[in-house]
């Protein structure tokens, strides 16, 4: 079980990581200033195990990878949202960061709330009810599943 | 059946015949690299376990977004870039030439139906000479120097034809804001963009690299024009018929077909602070400004200033106003020196500044406060973008923009 983290449609990467805090040198010093502009408390209430719940079009903006590592290093489970923006769901699922589409679930939660995922199921449960979530391309899946493109390259060697 | 631009680039890379949804892996013509990021790539490259790069050639290191530093922790990505170059073997490094999107075709790193990744999402604007080219992060491009391969999803393909004379004071930022405002800011998102029709054709390469460059506003892998004339001359070769064949075939595919008329267009600005949220600047005539910034990889090519200058040839700017100008590259610098556009500009009442990325990532060059407005002609008004949250960034045509300067407020470029 994890609790929500609920944001609206269009978070860009400026809102997730802005870019002054870029030029740290380690995703550590960085993810203190998560989502800053959204919810400046965010990095300090989140706990490992929760997750963030989107509407449409979440990580939009620029390529930059420190937006999904900031979130992986706070210990957000999964990025659940109706949809992604392409660089940054490339970069989560290359960084074995859990993004997942489920097209009902925005509307039918809140921050707060406690929610349990099965990634194999591809399903979540929240307040009671199921909803089902659009499962990865077994090619992403397989890199997730070996916990990212570095894991999966050192594999194939 | 016939294909779309980008299936036939796909195909040409592959060998094979593809179709939009297939996972393919492409051999990469090139890459490019820049100093936010190469600090990250560099380090994900050792940790991967590589000891050399697939081909030195075929990667390109650009300092643009530091240059020159603004803070001393900025010089250390420049020690570990030039570490990086040293000890690979590279060659291709630019320490201080202009904006990496910018010196990735004007110096000829890019050519029509090439693959091409880079460290950052405007490297959508390389389709302006047919090139499929992508945004990625840095784990991923650190896989690319090791492999020289990548796994892309074939995308779907939306055309957009534009047809008809422009109207004098409409220039191709306002076509793509349009599109954008149309679309919507995830419109695009997994798919490619393909233009065509008789106003674009008559567009130069300039203008086309414009609307390329702001695609990725609509969430598009990328933007594709087809190699012409225009194209040969700007690449300095001779087309083959395998370029000039990369157009859209009648019969090819479509998921969504945009026809525009270009009479039909006029000014408009993207307001704060999504790039979709476009309104003609008629509509928002009469806003105070504080800023004008006129130059990025959107709209800082020597057309660009010379129709700014055009505006403000003999003119001055209002007096509270600050006009800053940025060259996107040297070359682009020194040729409106010679032409004599930087001296309009700055008779005007201009800052011109050394060619990088500027103001346009906020980090030097005329940051701005809470309650500020600037016009500017970049591509991204987020919040945050050029200084605190509470800056109102509008986004405009280099005419556009130039007209506001001079009017202290917004105005409708005549």
């Known amino acids: 079980m994890g609790k929500i983290f609920k944001f609206q449609q269009d978070v860009d990467t400026d809102q997730i990581i802005a870019s002054q805090y870029l030029l740290f040198p380690t995703i550590d010093e960085m993810k203190i200033y998560t989502f800053e502009s959204l919810d400046p408390e965010f990095a300090k209430n989140v706990k490992p195990g929760d997750f963030v719940v989107a509407s449409e079009n979440f990580g939009c903006g620029s390529s930059r990878e420190q937006a ?90 | 059946m016939g294909s779309t631009i980008i299936e036939k680039i796909v195909r040409n890379n592959t060998g094979k015949e593809v179709k939009p949804g297939d996972i393919v892996t492409v051999n990469v013509d090139r890459v490019m690299i820049h100093d936010i990021f190469i ?39 420049f020690k570990v870039g030039n570490e990086f170059v040293e000890k690979y073997g590279m060659k291709n490094i630019h320490r201080a030439d202009g904006i990496c999107h910018q010196l990735m075709t004007e110096a000829g790193y890019v050519k029509p139906g090439n693959i091409v990744f880079g460290t950052d999402s405007h490297t959508t604007t390389y389709g302006c000479v047919g090139a499929f080219s992508s945004g990625i992060g840095y784990t991923e491009m650190a896989s690319i120097l090791g492999t020289g391969t990548m796994w892309i999803r074939v995308p779907e393909t939306i055309r957009v034809n534009i047809t008809g004379k422009l109207p004098k004071n409409v220039m191709a930022k306002d076509i793509i804001l349009k599109i954008i405002g149309d679309l919507g800011a995830d419109g695009a998102t997994y798919k490619a963009l393909e233009f065509a029709g008789d106003t674009v054709e008559n567009m130069s390469v300039a203008s086309r690299m414009s609307m390329s460059n702001m695609a990725i506003e609509a969430g598009a892998k990328c933007a594709l024009f087809t190699p012409d004339e225009k194209t040969a001359q700007y690449c300095e070769m001779e087309l083959t018929d395998r370029e000039r064949d990369l157009v859209g075939d009648k019969d090819a595919v479509y998921c969504q077909v945009l026809n525009y008329k270009a009479e039909d267009f006029v000014p408009v600005m993207a307001c704060p602070s999504n790039v979709d949220n476009v309104k003609p600047v008629a509509a928002l005539e009469g806003k105070k400004i504080d800023q004008v910034f006129i130059g990025s990889c959107t709209n800082g090519r020597l057309e660009d200033l010379m129709a700014a200058a055009e505006v403000l040839k003999d ?100």
């Open chain 1, 68 to 157: 999904p590592s900031v979130l992986k290093a706070l210990g957000v489970k999964a990025v659940i949202a109706k949809s992604f923006a392409r660089i940054f769901y490339r970069n989560a699922i290359n960084i074995g960061l859990p993004v997942i589409i489920c097209k009902d679930l925005h509307e039918n939660v809140n921050s707060g709330d406690e929610m349990e995922l099965s990634m194999e199921e591809g399903i979540v449960k929240v307040n009671g009810k199921e909803y089902e979530c659009t499962k990865l391309p077994a090619y992403m899946q397989g890199i997730l599943d070996q916990g990212g493109l570095i894991a999966s390259l050192n594999k194939e060697d």
């Open chain 2, 315 to 414: 003119k001055q700017i209002a007096p509270f106003v600050k006009l800053i100008v940025t060259p996107a590259s040297r070359k682009i610098y020194l040729e409106a020196m010679k032409n004599g556009t930087i001296a309009t500009l700055a008779a005007s009442g201009a800052i011109i500044t050394h060619p990088s990325c500027g103001l346009c990532c906020g980090r030097t060059g005329g940051i701005l406060t809470d309650g500020e407005v600037v016009v500017a002609t970049n591509n991204r008004n987020f919040l945050g973008r050029m200084g605190t949250s509470k800056v109102e960034i509008f986004l405009a045509s280099p005419k556009s923009a130039a007209a506001c300067a001079v009017a202290g407020k917004i105005v409708v470029p005549k």
């Open chain 2, 39 to 77: 600090p990250f790539v560099a380090s994900k490259f050792e940790e991967m376990g590589f000891t050399k790069l697939w081909d030195p050639d075929k990667v390109v290191l650009i300092y643009d977004h530091l240059v020159p530093a603004s803070q001393v922790d900025d010089t250390r990505h």
